[in-house]
């Protein structure tokens, strides 16, 4: 039997950080055509070296709704990303598959704490 050795999560503080918690609410039978610019968006992000995190999350109790949590190392980074072309496209995509405007959380991260196997996965698409 194979013992597996747990590791302390790997702690980290964030100073200057900038952070968006989004809602968006699809019309209804439109979240694959959101995913799929959310998605085409992604793909690009090597051209936003400022945005360290941008995560997809589907709402499990809302068949229509998206959410995305994003990390910009600096504010210059957030307005880097507001301006990037990909952002742009992206801009221009959505507003025929929403139903309202973004509703727009804004936050400046002060910590956080992740498990350092989250490292060593295997992420491969």
Not at 30 to 53: C, I, K, M, S
Request: glycine share 6%.
């Amino acid at each position: 039997m194979n013992e597996q050795t747990q590791s302390e999560p790997r702690q980290v503080l964030l100073p200057g950080r900038r952070s968006l918690l989004v809602r968006l609410n699809c019309k209804p039978g439109l979240r694959p055509a959101l995913l799929e610019v959310l998605n085409t968006y992604a793909d690009g992000l090597a051209e936003e070296p400022g945005t360290e995190v941008f995560i997809v999350s589907l709402d499990p109790e809302g068949e229509n709704t998206v959410w995305l949590f994003e990390v910009f190392k600096n504010e210059q980074a957030q307005v880097e990303h507001q301006s990037a072309s990909g952002f742009a496209v992206m801009m221009q995509a959505m507003p025929p598959l929403l139903d309202g405007p973004p509703a727009v959380l804004r936050m400046d991260p002060l910590r956080m704490s992740m498990q350092e196997d989250l490292l060593t996965e295997d992420w491969s698409l």
